[in-house]
């Protein structure tokens, strides 16, 4: 509210506030009636004049009987011949003389709606003047800073025990907190704090989060601003927007700066099409200028994000401008129950739900994907009417949030349903069949999100690295579905895309990053740089073709041999391939415990199972039914209960008063 009148904006609304009092206390202008003189002739002699009156300029103004005002000038040849019925009229009082000649205001008075015009005008020029210096119009701010001062209230602030996990984060974190709150202790140490602290990591990790913590256990103000804030279509806006952040936050230190995306401003200089010194660039170099230059930016500490680090200017992340780099990575089993345990405390959670299962099943998780697993947890809990959120409700949240929403009303044919069928069985068995694999979760046909059915492993415990034999084993499961389609239906089908995207991209990195490969020298042809047009046509390749031809070779070579090892344990097991397709044809979606029945006891078992749970479930439905209507009938007989003891207490009520009454009497 304080922003909008502030600036021009106030004048604005007291010049149309001014005017419309004129307007509306002026009044309407009655309508007054032009008269030639053969008119006012006419009408002289109709006697339909009520009131006129004549002044020495033979100018006749007058009032008709009708109501209506009237005005007629009367040329001075006329007004001779005119002459003795007008002095009639005067003599009868009918037609006023007034001697009065047209009053002439002063000079000074007709200059005065000029004067006060141009004082208007001089007005609004100044009011201008001083925004595009640095007042409220948008129209002139582009050079001022987008930073918003972040204020956090004492019930809302965010510290360090909010934020789960992340222990040696905090604790670096927390030398800053310290040092802006005891600056003595490291001053007299000789210590000096480190300028600009840089938070890395892959997207939802809680960079931001923690972030606010830290201005939250600081308590000093908090600035924050997006990297894509500061670029505009104007050129020299970026590092004006700089200057002025810096400046703003020179006047309130000790206080934090905090920029979100900070590769959007701070990517390598000479990236583009022959390294042009583009605005990005100068708002980078500004930004340099400010962290580390000639002036000393005493108790300004910038904390800044990213999730690509890579593709920084090696001048942002030198020692004096970004000294240290937190990695905040993806959280570990224990760090994922933490999280849990906190996005849970205001949600309802049943009693056969564990977290620490949850947390296990979840690896590879980011703190916001487990925050949105539990909201989708409590959205389906909702859509179903549940008091509180159940084991299986998690489940389902949890299949959804990796594959997306499931698309039962999707009209499949038979044939697609067959080729799936056998296409998700080959993923499966060879998951099942290989050494040292990851337990199937759960084998679906029908369609979620862009899959029209998938496979799902869970891994048993985190990795933080993979082996040769895991990435080969990796490669054989995703040709798998490919392989079964070859071995059961003679024919292949475009739904392997993605599986044979995936296949190259790892066989790829295999020889090239990895050094993998048993023809090739333990080297790394990767460069390991981003793809920028400027350093593409600049850039030449490390090897030659022969090598690059070797690398084309080695890569198919490692794919074909996934193929046929995925081909010979296929072929070798298509009485199992088949019971799986059964299955799947038969129930659309299997998990990981009826998967392990299916194989080990077959069909028959998984079916007996199956229909023993419908059995359960269609029981216990029927028995929440029924407690439901026993529920309701209760309900009803408690409010026919008060309904009559309400009606028996104005009776007595009624009884007491006609009994009052006849004492009374």
């Given at each position: 509210?304080?922003?909008?009148?502030?600036?021009?904006?106030i004048?604005l609304?007291?010049?149309?506030?001014?005017?419309?009092?004129?307007k509306?206390?002026?009044?309407?202008q009655?309508?007054?009636?032009?008269?030639?003189?053969t008119?006012?002739?006419?009408?002289?002699?109709?006697?339909?004049?009520?009131?006129?009156?004549i002044?020495?300029?033979?100018?006749?103004?007058?009032?008709?009987?009708?109501g209506?005002?009237?005005?007629?000038?009367?040329?001075?040849?006329?007004?001779?011949?005119?002459?003795?019925?007008?002095?009639?009229?005067?003599d009868?009082?009918e037609?006023?003389l007034?001697?009065?000649?047209s009053?002439?205001n002063?000079?000074?008075?007709?200059?005065?709606?000029?004067?006060f015009?141009?004082?208007?005008?001089?007005g609004?020029?100044?009011?201008?003047?001083q925004?595009?210096?640095?007042g409220?119009?948008?129209?002139?701010?582009?050079?001022?800073?987008?930073?918003?001062?972040?204020?956090?209230?004492?019930?809302?602030?965010?510290?360090?025990?909010?934020?789960?996990?992340?222990?040696?984060?905090?604790?670096e974190?927390?030398?800053?907190?310290?040092?802006?709150?005891?600056?003595?202790?490291y001053?007299?140490?000789g210590?000096?704090?480190?300028?600009?602290?840089?938070?890395?990591?892959?997207?939802?990790?809680?960079?931001?989060?923690?972030?606010?913590?830290?201005?939250?256990?600081?308590?000093v103000?908090?600035?924050?601003?997006?990297?894509s804030?500061f670029?505009?279509?104007?050129?020299?806006?970026?590092?004006?927007?700089?200057?002025?952040?810096?400046?703003?936050?020179?006047?309130?230190?000790?206080?934090?700066?905090f920029?979100?995306?900070?590769?959007?401003?701070?990517?390598?200089?000479?990236?583009?099409?022959?390294?042009?010194?583009d605005?990005?660039?100068?708002?980078?170099?500004?930004?340099?200028?400010?962290?580390?230059?000639f002036?000393?930016?005493q108790?300004?500490?910038?904390?800044?994000a990213?999730?690509?680090p890579?593709?920084?200017?090696?001048a942002?992340?030198?020692?004096?401008?970004f000294?240290?780099?937190v990695?905040?990575?993806?959280p570990?089993?224990?760090?994922?129950?933490?999280i849990?345990?906190?996005?849970?405390?205001?949600?309802?959670?049943?009693d056969?739900?564990?977290?620490?299962?949850?947390a296990?099943?979840?690896?590879?998780?980011?703190?916001?994907?487990?925050?949105?697993?539990?909201?989708?947890?409590?959205?389906?809990?909702?859509?179903?009417?549940?008091?509180?959120?159940?084991m299986?409700?998690?489940?389902?949240?949890?299949?959804?949030?990796?594959?997306?929403?499931?698309?039962?009303?999707?009209?499949?044919?038979?044939?697609?349903?067959?080729?799936?069928?056998?296409?998700?069985?080959?993923?499966?068995?060879?998951?099942?069949?290989?050494?040292?694999?990851?337990?199937?979760?759960?084998?679906?046909?029908?369609?979620?999100g862009?899959?029209?059915g998938?496979?799902?492993?869970?891994?048993?415990?985190?990795?933080?690295?993979q082996?040769?034999?895991?990435?080969e084993?990796e490669?054989i499961?995703?040709?798998g579905?490919?392989?079964?389609?070859?071995?059961?239906?003679?024919d292949?089908?475009?739904?392997?895309?993605?599986?044979?995207?995936?296949?190259?991209?790892?066989?790829?990195?295999m020889v090239?990053e990895y050094?993998?490969?048993?023809?090739?020298?333990?080297?790394?042809?990767?460069?390991?740089q981003?793809?920028?047009?400027?350093?593409?046509?600049?850039s030449k390749r490390?090897?030659?073709?022969?090598?690059?031809?070797?690398?084309?070779r080695?890569?198919?070579?490692?794919?074909?041999?996934?193929?046929?090892?995925?081909y010979?344990?296929?072929?070798?097991?298509?009485?199992?391939?088949?019971?799986?397709?059964?299955?799947?044809?038969?129930?659309?979606?299997l998990?990981?415990?009826?998967f392990d029945l299916?194989?080990?006891?077959?069909?028959?078992?998984l079916?007996?199972?199956?229909?023993?749970?419908?059995?359960m479930?269609?029981?216990?439905?029927?028995?929440?039914?029924?407690?439901?209507?026993?529920?309701?009938k209760?309900?009803?007989?408690?409010?026919?209960?008060?309904?009559?003891?309400?009606?028996?207490?104005v009776?007595?009520?009624?009884?007491?008063?006609?009994?009052?009454?006849?004492?009374?009497?």
């Amino acid at each position: 509210m304080k922003k909008f009148f502030k600036g021009a904006t106030i004048y604005l609304i007291i010049f149309i506030a001014i005017l419309f009092i004129v307007k509306f206390y002026g009044g309407a202008q009655t309508e007054i009636v032009k008269l030639d003189v053969t008119q006012l002739n006419e009408m002289l002699k109709a006697n339909e004049i009520s009131y006129a009156k004549i002044d020495t300029e033979n100018k006749v103004t007058g009032t008709l009987k009708n109501g209506s005002q009237f005005t007629s000038n009367i040329p001075g040849v006329i007004s001779d011949n005119m002459g003795d019925q007008i002095y009639e009229l005067i003599d009868s009082g009918e037609l006023k003389l007034e001697g009065e000649t047209s009053i002439q205001n002063p000079w000074y008075l007709e200059m005065l709606p000029t004067v006060f015009l141009i004082l208007i005008l001089v007005g609004f020029w100044f009011v201008f003047m001083q925004n595009s210096q640095g007042g409220g119009s948008k129209v002139m701010k582009f050079g001022k800073s987008k930073a918003r001062l972040n204020k956090q209230d004492e019930g809302k602030r965010i510290t360090f025990a909010d934020v789960a996990g992340l222990k040696e984060e905090k604790e670096e974190m927390a030398e800053l907190v310290d040092f802006l709150r005891n600056p003595k202790k490291y001053i007299d140490l000789g210590a000096r704090i480190p300028k600009g602290i840089l938070m890395v990591g892959p997207p939802g990790t809680g960079k931001t989060y923690l972030t606010k913590a830290v201005a939250g256990e600081a308590d000093v103000p908090f600035y924050s601003i997006s990297g894509s804030d500061f670029v505009e279509m104007f050129v020299g806006v970026g590092a004006s927007r700089v200057r002025d952040l810096f400046k703003e936050a020179k006047e309130n230190s000790p206080c934090l700066i905090f920029i979100d995306e900070i590769d959007a401003v701070g990517r390598k200089r000479g990236a583009g099409l022959g390294g042009g010194h583009d605005e990005r660039e100068q708002t980078l170099n500004q930004l340099l200028v400010e962290m580390d230059g000639f002036e000393e930016n005493q108790g300004i500490i910038l904390i800044a994000a990213t999730n690509r680090p890579d593709i920084l200017d090696p001048a942002l992340l030198r020692a004096g401008r970004f000294d240290r780099q937190v990695m905040v990575g993806i959280p570990d089993v224990r760090e994922r129950e933490q999280i849990l345990e906190v996005h849970s405390k205001n949600k309802p959670i049943g009693d056969d739900v564990d977290l620490e299962v949850v947390a296990k099943g979840t690896p590879g998780f980011t703190p916001a994907d487990l925050e949105n697993l539990l909201n989708e947890a409590a959205l389906l809990s909702a859509r179903r009417s549940d008091k509180k959120i159940r084991m299986e409700t998690v489940e389902e949240a949890k299949i959804k949030v990796i594959a997306g929403v499931e698309k039962k009303s999707r009209v499949i044919s038979e044939k697609e349903r067959k080729l799936t069928a056998y296409h998700e069985g080959g993923h499966a068995l060879l998951a099942k069949l290989l050494p040292d694999t990851d337990p199937v979760h759960q084998v679906t046909i029908i369609p979620r999100g862009r899959a029209g059915g998938f496979t799902l492993q869970l891994p048993r415990e985190d990795r933080s690295y993979q082996t040769k034999k895991s990435l080969e084993t990796e490669l054989i499961i995703l040709l798998g579905g490919r392989v079964a389609e070859k071995i059961i239906l003679g024919d292949v089908s475009t739904g392997a895309s993605n599986d044979l995207s995936r296949v190259t991209k790892i066989a790829r990195s295999m020889v090239v990053e990895y050094a993998m490969s048993d023809n090739l020298s333990s080297m790394s042809y990767s460069t390991g740089q981003e793809v920028f047009l400027g350093n593409d046509m600049t850039s030449k390749r490390e090897y030659s073709e022969q090598v690059a031809a070797d690398i084309d070779r080695e890569i198919r070579g490692i794919v074909d041999n996934a193929f046929d090892n995925a081909y010979n344990l296929l072929e070798s097991n298509q009485d199992k391939l088949h019971a799986i397709a059964k299955a799947l044809l038969e129930y659309e979606t299997l998990n990981g415990e009826e998967f392990d029945l299916l194989l080990n006891e077959g069909f028959d078992k998984l079916k007996e199972k199956i229909d023993s749970e419908k059995a359960m479930k269609e029981i216990e439905r029927q028995e929440n039914l029924k407690k439901a209507e026993e529920e309701k009938k209760k309900q009803e007989e408690l409010l026919k209960e008060n309904e009559n003891i309400d009606s028996e207490e104005v009776e007595s009520d009624i009884l007491k008063k006609e009994f009052t009454f006849n004492d009374e009497e």
